[in-house]
Nanobody, 129 residues
Framework: QVQLVESGGGLVQAGGSLRLSCAASGRTFSSYTMGWFRQAPGKEREFVAAISWSTGSTYYADSVKGRFTISRDNAKNTVYLQMKSLKPEDTAVYYC??????????????????????WGQGTQVTVSS
């Protein structure tokens, strides 16, 4: 079955950077879309970014556009989320997710929690002010 394992979270000061990794296994992911979501205490899980494994098309939430970059390494079956200029409001548990669907246009990529079938266990990111 599909397994997603996140890593790379931690504590960082505002303005700093972190890179999250999501190691995927159990399938050939060429027809999948991979997403990153986050959930802060007391809040709903929200979409951060998505990438089509086959086309490399991407889509970002407005709140992270220009600061975060999603990418994938086909050889390592790993998806990354490079986060820069971090803000205290970026503090959350970050989750990797996958769904067997892909689109050419980034704007068509799934961005709702209910659209994803597979989830990792999450990694904590804490940004101090």
């Amino acid at each position: 079955q599909v397994q997603l394992v996140e890593s790379g979270g931690g504590l960082v000061q505002a303005g700093g950077s972190l890179r999250l990794s999501c190691a995927a296994s159990g399938r050939t992911f060429s027809s999948y879309t991979m997403g990153w979501f986050r959930q802060a205490p007391g809040k709903e899980r929200e979409f951060v970014a998505a990438i089509s494994w086959s086309t490399g098309s991407t889509y970002y939430a407005d709140s992270v556009k220009g600061r975060f970059t999603i990418s994938r390494d086909n050889a390592k079956n790993t998806v990354y989320l490079q986060m820069k200029s971090l803000k205290p409001e970026d503090t959350a548990v970050y989750y990797c997710a996958a769904v067997l669907i892909t689109y050419y246009r980034g704007s068509d990529l799934p961005r709702y929690r209910s659209e994803y079938n597979y989830w990792g266990q999450g990694t904590q990111v804490t940004v101090s002010s």
